[in-house]
């Protein structure tokens, strides 16, 4: 390895080396490619061969995930015997994804299903004893939770006491000391560390739910069923592409650019026919739309656009999301300033705390994990953001590499009205007149993760750019491109390549974008562009270092995506 530091956005460059990955020898592909898959963890022909064939991957034996056999019978006895069942879930992409699949197969199932999505003000994150109430009274007599319910010992326990239901939970979050007391609960935390199924997102395990609930009851559902939800809710909760998840989103990703739900194919239409359905589509064009509607309206909203099959109203729910996403930026744009201001105000000699805490009354709810996302990745620090809501401080937290989230609240739970989550992303509430000593508590913990030696968390404070390989841009080429993507669905885990091309020409330098915040580059041979990086422009030389990966245009063609430049 060595090292740069001269980059345009300040960060340390981190540059592989040929001798620090050799290829994997008997491999049936580039040598580059053989030093990419050694990066990322595959060590053997076979290995590297079921990775670059994703469509070779079998499902995994889902037994492992806890009380399945139990959670499926009871589903099935509803089904047969005419029972009420409500779906619980909640109003991220995760949430909303998974109590669609499940409400589609109960009611292909025949079963009277009432789906549910706490409103983010009104009911707040997890299961909520009035809205539990309120089912039951409704008449259901089962509970299924769809990303929520593993932590929820009190409410689960009301739920089957006081209001008679039978629970099953169906959740991926961290579970706290002791588990619910439910019917039956299913989740990938009960799977050995490194099986297939360890690391699903609740929308996957919704997927592998349904489909072994479908073949119980004798209902047609071929393997794609739902894979276009399991694969929105993979990319948009940052689970690792690895195991099943790398398959879900691989097929899913077919499965959405086929989709026959409108208000979908109204988000994409823009890009279909043209580039690829990728998980760039998932990341920037559908997911905000679907955590719009959670973020500043009713993420029921968003559910019905998922479960609409009439044209006319699956794209007008569609367009109702688009403005919605429309208000989220131009709140989120004055958040960030607000936050910006008040990370200048805690910083000491140009250096913020270890953990960035920002909020306040103004901050609108609906967009503070976005603001805790944005400045935990500008300062690789993990970042929380509240706002004021009926009287409690809410707050959302994003991790930078290496730091457990999960970690920090379970050191502070003395001081929580509630928290939960995982490692890179978390909640919680709190009295507004306890957050100054969260804050400390919050930086303590981070401290102790830094004195272990978690030196992929330095790393992280560093604000480090790892770069998989140099090449010349002249040697790259539509082989390149081809083999590039073979390695594709990119994500968590599995991150796009990487390169640094040194003395490259550049025969244009413009801005585009509101307030010219992005850069575009017409290179030898090459169209690029750079993400927030426009106030590079009027600095840009004839020749440049840049810091590069491969992505599909508007119009399918591959070009640059500029990670740093060095002129």
Request: with cysteine; charged share 25%; proline share 5%.
């Amino acid at each position: 390895m060595r090292e740069r530091s001269d980059g345009w956005l300040g960060r340390r460059w981190r540059i592989a080396e040929a001798h620090d990955a050799p290829p994997i020898a008997g491999l049936d592909a580039p040598e580059f490619v053989g030093r990419l898959l050694r990066q990322r963890g595959i060590e053997t022909v076979l290995a590297a061969r079921e990775f670059l064939n994703p469509d070779w991957y079998r499902p995994a034996d889902p037994t492992v995930l806890g009380d399945w056999s139990a959670a499926i019978e009871r589903l099935a006895q509803a089904a047969e015997h005419g029972e009420p069942v409500a779906v619980y879930g909640d109003y991220d992409v995760d949430g909303v994804t998974g109590t669609a699949i499940l409400t589609e197969v109960l009611r292909e199932a025949g079963v009277s299903v009432r789906p549910f999505i706490p409103h983010r003000e009104r009911e707040g994150y997890g299961l909520q004893d009035d809205a539990v109430r309120r089912l039951a009274e409704d008449g259901a007599r089962v509970l299924i939770t769809a990303d929520c319910g593993i932590t929820a010992l009190q409410e689960i326990a009301a739920a089957r006491e006081v209001y008679g239901l039978d629970v099953v939970v169906l959740d991926h979050h961290e579970p706290s000391e002791s588990l619910p007391d439910a019917t039956a609960i299913v989740t990938p935390k009960h799977a050995p560390d490194g099986h297939p199924l360890s690391e699903l997102s609740t929308g996957g395990l919704a997927y592998r739910f349904a489909q072994a609930l479908a073949e119980r009851m004798g209902l047609d559902a071929p393997p794609s069923r739902w894979l276009d939800l399991a694969a929105m809710s993979t990319v948009a909760d940052v689970v690792p592409l690895r195991g099943e998840n790398r398959w879900i989103v691989h097929q899913g990703l077919q499965a959405l650019a086929q989709t026959e739900r409108p208000g979908l194919q109204q988000i994409i239409k823009g890009r279909r026919g043209n580039a690829a359905v990728d998980t760039e589509t998932i990341g920037f064009q559908i997911a905000p739309l679907i955590n719009a509607a959670g973020r500043l309206a009713d993420a029921s909203l968003a559910l019905e656009m998922l479960l609409e099959r009439d044209l006319e109203s699956g794209q007008a729910l569609a367009r109702q999301l688009h403005d919605l996403n429309a208000q989220r930026r131009r709140l989120t744009e004055e958040a960030m300033d607000e936050a910006d201001r008040q990370i200048s105000a805690l910083s000491r000699h140009g250096e913020p705390p270890l953990v960035l805490f920002v909020g306040g009354e103004t901050m609108h709810h609906g967009i503070v994990g976005i603001v805790a996302g944005r400045i935990a990745e500008q300062w690789s620090r993990p970042a929380f953001a509240w706002s004021l809501v009926d009287g409690e401080a809410r707050g959302s937290g994003r991790s930078a590499a290496g730091f457990d989230l999960v970690r920090m609240l379970d050191a502070s739970r003395d001081l929580l009205i509630r928290g939960g989550g995982h490692a890179l992303a978390a909640g919680f509430s709190a009295q507004p007149s306890k957050l100054g000593l969260l804050l400390d508590r919050f930086n303590a913990t981070a401290q102790q993760q830094l004195d272990n030696g978690d030196t992929h968390a330095w790393q992280s404070l560093e604000g480090r750019v790892d770069i998989d390989a140099q090449v010349p841009l002249s040697a790259v080429n539509r082989n390149t491109v081809h083999w590039i993507e073979r390695l594709s669905p990119f994500g968590e885990g599995n991150p796009a390549p990487t390169f640094l091309s040194t003395d490259v020409g550049v025969r244009e330098a413009t801005t585009m974008g509101q307030d010219g915040t992005h850069l575009r580059l017409r290179l030898d041979g090459w169209s690029a562009v750079g993400w927030r990086l426009g106030s590079a422009a009027l600095e840009v030389t004839s020749r440049i270092d840049i810091v590069w990966r491969i992505r599909r245009g508007l119009r399918g063609n591959p070009e640059l995506e500029i990670i740093d430049l060095a002129v």
